[in-house]
């Protein structure tokens, strides 16, 4: 009786784990289908950052702008990579076609951790001198995450911050820099 009950249950889950796996592997375009549960497995809650991505008031910053001290997310306004004139050479050579732009922040009241959390895939460089960069102390992905792709974290001190998103495949990111929870 428990073997069957077993194997009835094997088939069961086989069944409906099939058409499952096949729905998160893959959507239109070769990109991975949307996962809202994925929103839970990055190795830190990314919550805060998911309601302020969701907001209808985010605001929309041309790059080489400035984010209000105010505010802790917006969207960014991209430009082809090679139309962006970075303060500081990016750690990272860009794919062709790619994508990319600088924003500005005001000097963090207290230094400490602070994370930059991004809505799609890029590279994200961060410099407080306009000259070299901060080394990330820790990162974490998902695919599959409607709104977030990544976040990574920095330790900073109190002086002004410029960001450098670049290889990205798309026109606009938001882009969150808040401080670690």
């Known amino acids: 009786m428990r073997r069957l009950a077993a194997t009835a249950l094997l088939a ?15 959507s239109s375009g070769g990109l991975p289908a949307a996962d809202p549960a994925a929103c839970t497995q990055f190795d830190w809650s990314l919550l805060r950052e998911q309601a302020w991505f969701s907001a209808s008031s985010l605001p929309r910053v041309e790059s080489g702008g400035t984010l209000a001290a105010a505010l802790p997310a917006a969207i960014l ?4 990579q090679d139309a962006v004139a970075p303060p500081f050479a990016p750690s990272r050579e860009s794919r062709p076609g790619a994508r990319g732009g600088v924003l500005h922040l005001a000097a963090p009241l ?9 809505s799609d895939r890029a590279w994200i460089d961060v410099s407080q001198d306009d000259r070299t960069t901060r080394p990330p102390t ?5 695919p599959g995450c409607p709104m977030l792709a990544k976040s990574v974290r920095f330790q900073l001190g109190t002086a002004p911050i ?13 882009i969150a820099v808040a401080p670690v929870e």
């Open 12 to 26: 069961l889950s086989a069944t409906c784990a099939a058409p499952l796996a096949g729905a998160r592997a893959q």
């Open 77 to 80: 306004v991209l430009k082809p």
């Open 110 to 118: 207290a230094p400490g951790a602070y994370q930059v959390t991004l």
């Open 138 to 142: 820790a990162s974490t992905m998902r």
């Open 162 to 174: 410029t960001l450098l998103v670049s290889d990205a495949a798309v026109d606009t990111i938001r």
